[in-house]
């Protein structure tokens, strides 16, 4: 099996919670009537199903620049937003909680990324990994009897 990147692990998470937290958002302004209804079932549909495909093309260069795309645009809709209604004020501390959550994921996925390249040229495969059995200790009970 193949090792998966860490980044990509990690920008999925962010990308599938965040996800549902669009979807919950999108029911927030509709209950608010922030905009029209369609409008803002359009765009918060749109936006949540982009951020549920976004993780299976992590694997692809241009996933990573749509995903920096997203996290940008929602820190933009949420100030448009804002200024329409008082409630936008929170949808901007969610959008730069994910958006620092986004660069999390991107910055510790890469050094953990970039280390575990560096042992395996080191050292070889990681234990348990691309076919090898993982190495298991067992303590035994009858040296003490």
């Known amino acids: 099996m193949k090792n998966r990147s860490t980044k990509r692990t990690l920008g999925s998470m962010v990308l599938a919670f965040q996800a ?3 979807f919950f958002g999108t029911l927030v302004a509709f209950g608010l009537k922030i905009g029209e209804a369609q409008t803002v079932w359009s ?5 949540s199903f982009l951020s549920i495909v976004l993780p299976g093309v992590l694997s692809r260069s241009w996933g990573y620049a749509i995903g ?7 820190v933009v809709l949420s100030i ?8 936008g004020i929170f949808y901007i501390i969610l959008a730069i909680i994910f958006l620092s959550m986004w660069i999390w994921a991107m910055l510790a996925g890469s050094t953990i990324d970039a280390a ?22 067992r303590l035994d009970d009858s040296e003490n009897k």
């Open 20 to 22: 549902f937290v669009i």
């Open 43 to 47: 765009v918060g549909l749109t936006l």
């Open 68 to 74: 920096w795309a997203l996290q940008i645009g929602l």
């Open 80 to 87: 448009v937003i804002a200024t329409q209604s008082a409630a």
């Open 116 to 137: 575990r390249i560096a042992w395996e040229k080191t050292n070889g495969p990681i234990g348990g990994q691309n076919g090898t059995e993982p190495q298991i200790y």
